[in-house]
C-alpha cells in the first residue's frame, strides 16, 4: 500500500470517532476502491464540513454532480447545503468546490487525462475537486460522499453538526476504462425501481457499464413497437402462456418487460451517475421467447435438438433472409433507446444440429463453401455485425463469436469461458472484457451449503479478490490494452427474489469495483476486508442492499459445539431442533457441551440480517434411512432411473420430455420402512430448479392402496418439495404429475427419509 500515506491505527480513529453528544463526527477513510494515491497531512485541524459549507460550481455541466452532492448531505446536516453557480461570488472559505478544468490544468496538477481521473484536495479552509470532465468531478463526490458518516445514505438519518475532514490530497483515477455488472433480467423480471437502486450502488462503486441482459429463453424484456408480440406474449411465462413455467416461476403468470419510456428514463438515469447501458439481446441461440411468439424465425425441420439448458426449438435459422430484415428492424428501435456505443448480440451456447437438419442452412453451407456448423455461426454474427456497424454500433458477444472465421477489428468478446479465452481474444487482436466464469459469475455458490450453481466453481469473496483481468500472461503493452476491463456477471436461474440476487451481488460488487479500478499492486485483500468489515458493511445497510452475511464456521470437537464468525461485528445464533436461527434465537457466546450435535443450528446476523444456517460442518447431520428401494416411473429418463435409490443427494436423474398431467413417480421400498418423515423433492436440490409445480405426494403402507398426501410447494433451497408423517411403516411412496412442469424436462431427487 505505499501510494496510501497513512497509518492503520489512524484509519480506525477516523473512521469510527464520532463524539458523544452526536454533533461532530470524524472523516472516514475506508475508501473503497483504493484511491491510487491517498496522502493525509494531520488529522488534527482539518476542514469543518457543517450546514454552513456551500457548493460552488464552476461549470454548467456540474449541475447534477452539485444536486447530487447536496442530496446526500441533506440526509445528515439540520438544513440544505446551498449551492452557487460559476457566475456567482466566489466563498473564500467553508466551500466545496466543483472544478472542470482544462488538460494543461490537469497536467499541472499531476491528474491523469482520463474523464474519470479526479484530484480531491482539503485543506483547512475549502475542499477542492479537479477534473477534467463531469465523469471524474462525480467519482471525486463519490469518494467524498464514502467520508461522511454511514448516515449519508438514509433520509431518515439522525441530524449531526459537522463533519472533521484531515487536510489531504487525493489523486485518483481508474486502472480499466470498463468496469462493469451484467445482469440478467430476462430469467428473473426485475421493475425500474430495483433498476435504479442497483445503479446507485453501481455508480457508488464507480462501476461505468451496467450490461443489461433482456432477452433469453424465458422472457423478452425490452418493448419493440413492430413487433408487439415480442412483450404481450413472450415477457410471460405460467401454465397457461406460451412459455412453460422456469426457475421456481410457478403456475401464475410471472414475468414483465420495460417500456420504451423507462428504457429511456431509466438510461438517462445511469448517464447521469456515469454508467453507460449495454443491451443484450442473446441471438442466435437462447432464443425461445421470440420462437414461440414469431415461429417462422427457427428452422422449419422435424427433429427436435435440445439446447444446453433444456430447450428445443430455440435457434434462429440462419439461412433465412427474412430474419435479418426483423433483426435489423429490432435494432434500429434500439438504436433510439439506447446511446450505448456498445451491443451485445450473445451468441453463447448456440445449439447448432437444428442447422444441421434444415435445407435453408444447409443450401447456404454449400453456397458459402462452409465446412462446419461454426462458420454458419459466424456467418450470422457478420451480419449482425454490419447492421450494427450501419447504425453506427460496436458490436459485442460472449467469446463464442471468436469461432468459425474473422470478425470486425473493433468487435468485442466478452470472456466467460476460462482466461485462456481472453488471451485467445487479445492475440487476434480483439478488444476484450473479462468477465472469466470461475471467478466473476456471481450466481456460483459462496461456499458448498448456500445456494447458488457450481459448475464453473464454488467462488467465495477471496477468490473474486484474487482475479486480475490481465492476469499473468506473457502480453505485450498493446495486446495489455486490448483488454478493456473486468465485469462482474449474475444469471437468475437461482431467484425469483429480488433480494437474494442483492445477496449474490453484494459485497461482491466492492471486489469488482476494487479489481477494475486500484492499481494491482496496491490491492491487499486483508485491507480490503478490513474496510468492508469496519465501514461498508453498514453503508450497504443504510443504502438498503441485501447483502450476504458470510455464516459462522461450526466444529464439533471433544463433546462441544465451537462456532466462529468473520468479524467482531456480528452475531451468532443458534437453536437446538434443527430450525433456523431467529433474532430471537440464544446468542453463541461459547462453546456448547451436548451428545447431540446434530439437532443444533447456527448463523451469523448483521442487525437484522442474517446468514444462512448450518449445523456443523465436520459431522453427518442428517441419518438418512437408506432402505433398497424400487423406482419406477411412465416417463422416459435421460439417466438410468436407479439413480434416484443411490442416496446421493449429488446426483440427479433428468426425464427425456415434459412431464404432463398422469405421469408418476413411484418409489417402492423392499420392505416396509418405519420413520418419522419422508421428504420427496423435485428440481435441483440446493438451487429450486426444474421441479414440478403441479404434482400431489401419494403414499401406501401396503404397496397397493395409496393415500392422498400433500401438493407440493416451492422450497427456496429445496425446489418443489411434498412430505408425508406415517402413521406406521410405508411401503411405498408415489409422486402424481397433475399438470406441466418445468422447463422441457424435469430432475428428480432421492428420497429423504428420517
Known amino acids: 500500500m505505499k501510494k496510501i500515506l497513512l497509518l492503520t491505527s489512524i484509519v480506525v480513529v477516523l473512521a469510527s470517532c464520532i463524539n458523544k453528544n452526536n454533533e461532530t463526527a470524524k472523516a472516514n477513510l475506508d475508501i473503497i476502491p483504493v484511491p491510487q494515491t491517498m496522502i493525509v497531512n494531520s488529522i488534527e485541524n482539518g476542514f469543518i464540513l457543517d450546514s454552513k459549507t456551500v457548493i460552488v460550481s464552476n461549470n454548467s455541466e456540474n449541475q447534477f454532480n452539485a444536486e447530487f452532492l447536496q442530496s446526500h448531505l441533506e440526509n445528515i446536516f439540520k438544513k440544505d447545503i446551498e449551492i452557487l453557480v460559476e457566475t456567482q461570488e466566489r466563498v473564500s472559505n467553508n466551500s466545496i468546490n466543483l472544478n472542470i478544468i482544462d488538460e494543461t490544468q490537469c497536467e499541472e496538477m499531476g491528474i491523469v487525462n482520463d474523464k474519470e481521473a479526479y484530484l480531491l484536495s482539503v485543506t483547512l479552509d475549502e475542499i477542492n475537486i479537479f477534473a477534467i470532465d463531469a465523469a471524474g468531478i462525480f467519482y471525486g463526490i463519490q469518494t467524498l460522499i464514502q467520508m461522511m458518516p454511514n448516515e449519508v445514505y438514509s433520509e431518515n438519518a439522525n441530524k449531526i453538526a459537522a463533519v472533521d475532514i484531515p487536510c489531504m490530497n487525493i489523486v485518483d483515477n481508474p486502472r480499466f476504462k470498463y468496469r462493469g455488472l451484467m445482469l440478467d433480467c430476462s430469467r428473473t423480471f426485475f421493475d425500474v425501481d430495483y433498476i435504479k437502486h442497483l445503479l446507485n450502488g453501481l455508480a457508488h462503486y464507480k462501476i461505468n457499464n451496467f450490461h443489461w441482459h433482456l432477452a433469453d429463453d424465458q422472457g423478452w424484456r425490452i418493448e419493440i413497437k413492430q413487433y408487439p408480440k415480442l412483450t404481450e406474449l413472450g415477457a410471460w411465462r405460467g401454465a397457461n402462456e406460451l412459455l412453460m413455467p ?118 447456404l453451407m454449400k453456397e458459402k463453401d462452409m465446412k462446419e456448423l461454426v462458420e454458419l455461426q459466424n456467418h450470422f454474427v457478420r451480419r449482425v455485425e454490419k447492421i450494427l456497424a450501419k447504425h453506427g454500433k460496436t458490436m459485442a458477444g460472449w467469446d463464442e463469436i471468436l469461432d468459425g472465421g474473422d470478425l470486425l477489428e473493433t468487435t468485442i468478446p466478452y470472456v466467460w469461458q476460462n482466461s485462456e479465452r481472453g488471451i485467445k481474444s487479445v492475440k487476434a487482436g480483439q478488444p476484450t472484457v473479462m468477465q472469466v466464469s470461475q471467478y466473476m459469475y456471481f450466481d456460483m455458490k459462496q461456499s458448498p451449503d448456500e445456494r447458488g450453481l457450481k459448475w464453473a466453481a464454488i467462488i467465495p469473496l477471496d477468490s473474486v479478490y484474487a482475479f486480475d483481468p490481465i492476469g499473468h500472461f506473457e502480453l505485450t503493452k498493446e495486446e495489455e490494452k486490448l483488454i478493456l476491463g473486468p465485469q462482474g456477471g449474475l ?139 424400487t423406482v419406477t416411473s411412465n416417463v422416459p429418463m435421460e439417466q438410468d432411473i436407479d439413480i434416484l435409490a443411490d442416496y446421493n443427494m449429488n446426483t440427479y436423474c433428468y426425464t427425456a420430455r415434459p412431464v404432463e398431467a398422469g405421469d408418476y413417480f413411484l418409489y417402492t421400498f423392499e420392505n416396509p420402512v418405519e420413520c418419522e418423515k419422508i421428504l420427496v423433492g423435485t428440481g435441483h ?60 424436462y424435469a430432475i428428480l431427487q432421492d428420497l429423504r427419509i428420517e
Open 246 to 363: 422456469a426457475y421456481g416461476s410457478g403456475n401464475e403468470r410471472n414475468g414483465g418487460f420495460y417500456t420504451q419510456e423507462e428504457i429511456k428514463d431509466i438510461v438517462k438515469y445511469a448517464a447521469d451517475r456515469n454508467i453507460n447501458i449495454i443491451p443484450e439481446i442473446d441471438l442466435p441461440g437462447h432464443s425461445k421467447a421470440v420462437a414461440v411468439t414469431y415461429p417462422e424465425i427457427v428452422c422449419d425441420i422435424d427433429s427436435k435438438h435440445l439446447s444446453v439448458q433444456g430447450e428445443s426449438n430455440n435457434v434462429w435459422c440462419v439461412g433465412r433472409e427474412d430474419n435479418y430484415v426483423m433483426l435489423e428492424n429490432i435494432i434500429k428501435e434500439m438504436t433510439e433507446l439506447f446511446p450505448s456505443k456498445i451491443y451485445h448480440i450473445g451468441a453463447d451456447e448456440v445449439n447448432m444440429n437444428s442447422w444441421r437438419d434444415c435445407d435453408v442452412c444447409q443450401s
Open 491 to 629: 444469471w437468475t436461474e437461482c431467484g425469483q427474489v429480488p433480494g437474494y440476487a442483492h445477496y449474490q451481488l453484494f459485497p461482491k460488487v466492492l471486489v469488482l469495483s476494487e479489481i477494475g479500478w486500484s492499481a494491482y499492486e496496491d490491492r491487499n485483500l486483508e485491507h480490503f476486508k478490513k474496510r468492508l468489515f469496519d465501514s461498508h458493511l453498514e453503508r450497504l445497510y443504510q443504502m438498503d442492499f441485501e447483502f450476504r452475511v458470510a455464516p459462522p464456521t461450526v466444529k464439533y470437537e471433544d463433546g462441544k459445539l465451537i462456532a466462529d464468525k468473520d468479524y467482531e461485528e456480528l452475531v451468532i445464533r443458534y437453536t437446538d431442533d434443527k430450525s433456523t436461527p431467529t433474532l430471537e434465537s440464544a446468542e453463541y457466546t461459547e462453546a456448547i457441551s451436548t451428545d447431540k450435535p446434530e439437532n443444533y443450528r447456527f448463523a451469523t446476523f448483521y442487525k437484522e440480517r442474517s446468514s444462512i444456517a448450518r449445523g456443523a460442518q465436520n459431522i453427518e447431520l442428517y441419518h438418512y434411512q437408506k432402505p433398497n428401494t
Open 685 to 744: 436440490y440446493g438451487l429450486a430448479i426444474v421441479g414440478l409445480p403441479n404434482a400431489v405426494l401419494e403414499y401406501s403402507y401396503d404397496g397397493e392402496n395409496f393415500i392422498k398426501g400433500d401438493t407440493f410447494v416451492y422450497d427456496y433451497f429445496d425446489g418443489y418439495k411434498a412430505e408425508i408423517y406415517p402413521e406406521k411403516a410405508v411401503k411405498a411412496v408415489k409422486i402424481v404429475v397433475t399438470g406441466i412442469g418445468e422447463c422441457e
